[in-house]
T-cell receptor, first 114, second 115 residues
Framework: AQSVAQPEDQVNVAEGNPLTVKCTYS??????LFWYVQYPNRGLQFLLK??????LVKGSYGFEAEFNKSQTSFHLKKPSALVSDSALYFC????????????FGQGTELSVKP | ETGVTQSPTHLIKTRGQQVTLRCSSQ?????VSWYQQALGQGPQFIFQ???????GRGNFPPRFSGLQFPNYSSELNVNALELDDSALYLC??????????????FGSGTQLSVL
């Protein structure tokens, strides 16, 4: 079955420290990978995507993600966290040749404390 | 803020009723997708419309149906509402000719409560 796993329900980080939000996936073929962020009472906002090419993808607000095909992972990272980064983060995969269907993980709540 | 607008923002219905949710896509976007987000869960794909044709459907029963209009706005209809249909319904639009990897622009959602 196709799936996306975010193993941590919550990640706590001190402001200024690096952060990592983990994501692994299970799909056949070469998927397209995405990260979205959701602020309270808001829809999701696109952060970044991996289609092909360089395994390190840079996105909005200083976030980046590293695609690792052998580990089927797509972890989200930021060198220095801000309090304003506190939100709910979703990893998603678009399986190859299945239209635009996105399979989302269950989300990781990121809390950045001053 | 994206240019995707959804209406209504909140809705309360009773079991067995029917509901229609509406979505106006961002200008220039030809693809609309609908997702259901239950409390504490990630969004689940309901279906997608690309240039007025259904372009994929998730594991939802036929009582979930949709429509995309020539101006690319869209409706989601749910018949015979069940308690488990209570969720946030998200609409997302995108541009381009490859829906598989275009980024989505989400609306703020319609919160549906079924009593």
């Amino acid at each position: 079955a196709q799936s996306v796993a975010q193993p941590e329900d919550q990640v706590n980080v001190a402001e200024g420290n690096p952060l990592t939000v983990k994501c692994t996936y299970s799909v056949s073929g070469n998927p397209y990978l995405f990260w979205y962020v959701q602020y309270p009472n808001r829809g999701l906002q696109f952060l970044l995507k991996y289609i092909t090419g360089d395994n390190l993808v840079k996105g909005s607000y200083g976030f980046e993600a590293e695609f690792n095909k052998s580990q089927t992972s797509f972890h989200l990272k930021k060198p220095s966290a801000l309090v304003s980064d506190s939100a709910l983060y979703f990893c998603a995969v678009s399986p190859y040749n299945q239209g635009g269907k996105l399979i989302f993980g269950q989300g990781t709540e990121l809390s950045v404390k001053p | 803020e994206t240019g995707v607008t959804q209406s209504p923002t909140h809705l309360i219905k009773t079991r067995g009723q029917q509901v229609t949710l509406r979505c106006s896509s961002q200008s220039g976007h030809n693809t609309v997708s609908w997702y259901q987000q239950a409390l504490g869960q990630g969004p689940q794909f309901i279906f997608q419309y690309y240039r007025e044709e259904e372009n994929g459907r998730g594991n939802f029963p036929p009582r979930f149906s949709g429509l995309q209009f020539p101006n690319y706005s869209s409706e989601l209809n749910v018949n015979a509402l069940e308690l488990d249909d209570s969720a946030l319904y998200l609409c997302a639009s995108s541009a381009g000719n490859n829906p598989e990897y275009e980024k989505l622009f989400f609306g703020s959602g319609t919160q549906l409560s079924v009593l």
